[in-house]
Nanobody, 123 residues
Framework: QVQLVESGGGLVQAGGSLRLSCAAS????????MGWFRQAPGAEREFVAA????????YYPDSVKGRFTISRDNAKNTVYLHMNSLKPEDTAVYYC????????????????WGQGTQVTVSS
């Protein structure tokens, strides 16, 4: 059974930093593109970041580029999201996801999802 478990969410002030972790099990981790999505109340799921199988390529939307960094440790079956210069609009539930195909910005292309971790940024 595939399982993705996020951790590291919490409450931070605007301008602060936070690191999210996602531990994967039940899959050949290095075969999957790993991504992060977020969803605020009443909003659609939004692509945040993705990292290729080897970790050599990363992808970000303009909304987080330069502030967020995704990385992976295949030896630990873990993907991370380092978030800097956080803004109130970053407030959302953040989800870790795994995909076999390189369709990194479409939520429907991902095969597995974690349960999410709440990130709240106060002004």
């Amino acid at each position: 059974q595939v399982q993705l478990v996020e951790s590291g969410g919490g409450l931070v002030q605007a301008g602060g930093s936070l690191r999210l972790s996602c531990a994967a099990s039940g899959l050949t981790f290095s075969r999957y593109l790993m991504g992060w999505f977020r969803q605020a109340p009443g909003a659609e799921r939004e692509f945040v970041a993705a990292v290729s199988w080897s970790g050599d390529n990363t992808y970000y939307p303009d909304s987080v580029k330069g502030r967020f960094t995704i990385s992976r440790d295949n030896a630990k079956n873990t993907v991370y999201l380092h978030m800097n210069s956080l803004k109130p609009e970053d407030t959302a539930v953040y989800y870790c996801a795994a995909a076999l195909a390189l369709k990194y910005d479409d939520w429907w292309a991902y095969n597995y999802w974690g349960q999410g971790t709440q990130v709240t940024v106060s002004s």
